[in-house]
């Protein structure tokens, strides 16, 4: 009996024991604070999401919500995320505001330097209009080559000469 006592003493002691780390690693973690975001998305996914989904998205209010979402970054002294400004360019561009469009993309090139080539060709064809190489009924579009334009027209690349017949080339010419 006197062993049964001691095995009830042992298991209760070993119990207690877990439940007072337990209880300490609950304490321990409720003092964890959580990770702060990198950056401040907000709206700025959804804006993006209904953009490419093209749902008929009015394009100032998305314009708007990015723009409140500016506001509350600097309030909160968050960076915007990667994209962020390039997105507001191409929305403020759809709207027909260009100069805060290029505004945009230019600051998207300051705030991340690896997107500088993509910024720079977005800001190369900014005004340019989209042509259409061939129209349903399979005649050239209007100002095209093709259509007998030579206004428009840009002279053809040269075409790379054809590469030697294996054999041809001597060493040393």
Known sequence: MITHNNNRRAGAARAGRIL?????AGVLSACVQ?????YSWQSYQGSVYSYLKDDGGDYAT????MEKNIETARAANAELPPGF?????????????GDKGVEQMQGEKAAFPEAAPFMDF???????PQTVAATDAGTPAAGSPAA????????A???P???????????GS
């Open 20 to 24: 007072a780390i337990a209880a300490l």
């Open 34 to 38: 959580q990770p702060k975001s990198m």
């Open 62 to 65: 998305q314009t708007l919500a």
């Open 85 to 97: 400004r390039a997105h507001l360019g191409m929305l403020y561009m759809k709207m027909g505001n």
């Open 122 to 128: 977005l800001l190369r064809n900014v005004g340019k």
């Open 148 to 155: 007998g334009s030579p206004a428009s027209a840009k002279p």
């Open 157 to 159: 690349a040269a075409e």
């Open 161 to 171: 000469a054809a590469p030697a017949e294996a054999g041809t080339l001597k060493k």
